[in-house]
């Protein structure tokens, strides 16, 4: 995956940047530490500085002959989306964050439970071993797992990535294993601290939002080459893609289905498209109303819809390479949205309809192999035709946008499309991304023609 994070686009970061955590970072072996704590239990997080030196992942170099061994350096790179992980405590810490925590009167909101579930490695104090720090951030085991079941085996020059799996590590290099723990996260979870509400969003938390596969290139420390494959085996970029789509609309629609959540006569608004609702409100006789009527709701206007960002990359998968499932999940979505706008019970029960659909089409994505005509259909579909005519709201563009730029980087990196020849739609996908570098200018015509200019570079792929 090296190669393919540097392909890609340098608009897909102007995006990016502004949906993941940006602080500037912090050394591990600073801020407070937990007291030591037994560590015969198993799956204790041992902490990030249990990673370092030189002999493990944190030379100052990418020089280690199976693994880069910088890792630590790279996850906590000031300057670039890679070290963001590592700052994610630290920007509890600063005026914003403070701001958001005293609006909730939770407190200082490096200590708010409420944030830490996010900003740091939220395990249990008793699962915490003696170089255990909250203050490292998302460290290496909020992700990998808690270490001190495979640590000496993940050392060892015998040990297998099998083994340290068996002992408790988590299998990242499976796009559901990955996409399960990204969206804790970067979606939402039923742990504490784990789900952004309506309520800290007003209080001034940025959109929360997510696509596996540009994530983690934006994440990325290790470098996907001949020794990972034989180890680990890699996925790719598409099918990477179609699986977080699915596991994103099944986490949400599962949260949605929850008991208590909501506030009051109010649902949880949270799961509905901030941005529909949040448009300008004005008495100029001249003003014209924002809102659009969109061929995937079949709901009346001012209604709440809810965020169908996943639905809608989700049915371009789909259509490509799951026919059957397609028209399910068109019907299934369809209910789900029309239930919205009758009955509360009736859309919980619609919306775990839908989630079962999405489950299937995680199944199904995570057990094929994605072609070079299955990327050039998916692209297309994204792009164009039927499913264009959704995108008319921020959240839906941003995903398509993103898509765009995920399946045209596997192209590249798998060597199915010439690095030279992708560059052509380097310009177009750009102004693309302008389009939505800022949801308060969206407008969704112009999104839809700067999209169209997409489709058409893309044709010289073919």
């Not at 789900?195 to 696509?211: D, K, L, N, S």
């Not at 169209?452 to 893309?458: D, F, K, L, T």
């Amino acid at each position: 995956m090296g190669e393919a994070g540097a392909s890609r686009v340098v608009g897909a970061l102007g995006v990016a940047f502004a949906i993941l955590i940006a602080a500037a970072a912090i050394p591990f072996g600073r801020g407070a530490t937990a007291a030591p704590e037994p560590v015969a239990a198993r799956n204790v997080h041992e902490g990030v500085a249990s990673c370092a030196g030189s002999t493990c992942h944190s030379r100052q170099v990418d020089s280690g002959l199976n693994v880069r061994q910088n890792e630590l350096i790279t996850w906590q790179d000031p300057s670039s989306q890679a070290g963001a992980h590592s700052r994610a405590w630290r920007v509890l810490t600063e005026p914003r964050a403070q701001a958001i925590a005293r609006k909730m009167g939770i407190g200082p909101a490096q200590n708010a439970k409420e944030c830490l579930g996010c900003h740091a490695d939220p395990v249990a104090t008793s699962q915490r071993g003696a170089r255990f720090q909250i203050s490292d951030g998302v460290g290496c085991e909020s992700c990998h797992g808690g270490s001190s079941n495979w640590l000496a085996s993940h050392r060892s020059v015998n040990g297998s990535h099998a083994a340290n799996v068996a002992a408790g590590m988590k299998a990242l290099e499976n796009p559901k294993v990955r996409a399960g723990v990204c969206l804790d996260c970067h979606f939402g979870g039923s742990k504490p601290g784990q789900f952004v509400t309506h309520q800290i969003m007003a209080a001034g938390h940025p959109r929360v939002a997510y696509e596996l596969d540009l994530f983690s290139n934006l994440q990325q420390h290790w470098t996907v080459d001949a020794d990972y494959m034989k180890r680990k085996t890699y996925a790719g970029g598409v099918k990477t893609w179609a699986v977080g789509q699915a596991m994103a609309l099944d986490r949400a629609l599962t949260l949605y289905t929850q008991p208590g959540r909501g506030q009051g006569a109010f649902p949880e608004l949270y799961f509905f498209d901030c941005h529909s609702c949040h448009r300008q409100i004005s008495d100029d006789p001249k003003a014209r109303p924002a809102w659009q009527s969109n061929p995937g709701r079949p709901i009346p206007a001012g209604q709440p819809p809810f965020n169908d960002e996943n639905m809608i990359m989700l049915s371009a998968a789909a259509k490509v390479t799951a026919p059957g499932l397609s028209a399910r999940l068109e019907a299934d979505s369809t209910a789900f949205h029309a239930a919205l706008a009758r009955d509360k019970g009736e859309s919980i029960r619609a919306a775990a309809k839908l989630a079962a659909t999405a489950r299937s089409l995680s199944d199904a994505f995570a057990a094929r192999n994605f072609s070079r005509s299955d990327t050039l259909a998916i692209l297309d579909t994204v792009l164009t035709g039927e499913l264009a005519r959704r995108y008319t709201d921020y959240t839906g563009s941003a995903q398509a946008v993103m898509a765009a730029d995920t399946l045209l980087n596997a192209l590249v990196s798998s060597g199915q499309v010439d690095r030279a020849v992708a560059a052509r739609l380097r310009p177009s996908l750009d102004r693309a991304y302008a389009q939505v570098r800022d949801p308060n200018s969206y407008r969704p015509d112009a999104f839809r023609e700067s999209l169209a200019q997409v489709a058409q570079a893309a044709r010289s792929l073919r």
